[in-house]
């Protein structure tokens, strides 16, 4: 049972000190809620993130009386969920299965654009979202509109090929959001459900690239922007993700420009217990991740809860 384990090991095991018959005080939680906090911290949890986490525990526990280690077992369980349930909620839930099925009835594809810097497996993670919804019985298609890194467009390819999915491309060099406008009104003439926008790569300072970016995005209005980013870099994500952010408003023509709806963590089976990164970027974006990269196959991509993070938090 992974639970009995994790009590005795892990953030639990800070609180056996702490049974008895008296009430407890803020003095007799100090020392341990010390550790629990430098626990988060040795797991990427950020400060802010850990404090919220150990005041929720603390106030949990003052004032009762805690006889056994599984009451208190208990408490320290139901404190910790509750504080990171309050933290990682979204802000707006998506739930791509339902919102596809909406889009059908209008008769017109689902369209999920995927953003992000080069290198972090965004046309795989595409791929693998692919396979995901045709695993659910939906036509897939995928527009190529990473018209400026050279073999972008094969990597498309060889993925389409494996996938059996239709791929939409015009080459390099092209406007890309009209590639993508191109691409989703062919998919509604063929009927297919979902339309998957791979964009190109843009480090956050390369100006140009972000303005097609943000034209693609307007001109388009896609139904979910996803962004795509390692859950090994943590703090960095952060930082990509608001710098994506604010370049799409920046560059947006739109009044009320989009921004990143939601996230795809990849390298996720890399991480071990340190899941403090994707614990921070929902907290600071407000945004969920939708899905998880757990590996090199098709099918390694996991749909993500709270509750999965904060059993791989407490463990």
């Known amino acids: 049972d992974d639970d009995s384990k994790s009590s005795k090991s892990g953030i639990f ?4 000190s702490l049974t ?9 939680l100090k020392p341990v809620l010390a550790k629990v906090k430098s626990e988060l911290m040795a797991k990427n949890v950020a400060v802010d993130i850990a404090e919220k986490i150990v005041d ?19 408490v320290v369980k139901e404190a910790v969920e509750k504080a990171l349930t309050r933290i990682l909620t979204p802000k707006r839930v998506i739930n791509i299965l339902p919102e596809i099925q909406a889009a059908k009835r209008k008769g017109r594809p689902y369209v999920i654009t995927f953003i992000g810097v080069n290198g972090v497996g965004k046309s795989t993670s595409l791929a693998k979202v692919c396979a995901y919804l045709q695993s659910k019985g939906l036509t897939v298609s995928i527009a ?7 073999g972008a467009v094969e990597q498309l390819k060889t ?3 494996c996938l059996d999915a239709r791929l939409f491309e015009k080459g390099y060099n092209r406007d890309a959001a009209g590639v993508a ?12 459900d979902v339309v998957l926008v791979d964009t190109a790569g843009r480090m956050q300072d390369n100006t140009p690239l972000m303005r097609a970016l943000a034209k693609l995005v307007a001109v388009n209005q896609p139904d979910l922007v996803l962004f795509v ?3 090994l870099v943590g703090n960095d994500a952060v930082d990509q993700v608001s710098r994506f952010s604010q370049a799409l408003t920046e560059y947006s023509t739109a009044k009320n420009p989009r921004l990143v709806d939601g996230m795809i963590l990849t390298k996720f089976d890399t991480i071990d217990d340190k899941v403090g990164a994707a614990i921070s970027l929902t907290y600071v974006t407000g945004k969920p991740i939708i899905f998880v990269g757990t590996g090199q196959t098709y099918s390694d991509l996991k749909r993500m809860n709270v509750k999965m993070l904060i059993r791989m938090l407490l463990k």
Request: net charge neutral; glycine share 10%; proline share 2%.
């Open 229 to 231: 980013g390692e859950a």
């Open 159 to 161: 993925h389409t090929r």
């Open 181 to 192: 406008a191109d691409a989703i009104a062919e998919a509604k003439r063929l009927k297919d």
């Open 13 to 16: 095991s800070f609180f056996s």
């Open 144 to 150: 190529a509109c990473d018209t400026f890194r050279s």
């Open 20 to 28: 008895g018959q008296k009430p407890l005080t803020e003095e007799d």
């Open 56 to 74: 929720s525990v603390c106030t949990a526990l003052i004032g009762k009386v805690v006889g056994t280690f599984g009451t208190v077992r208990g």
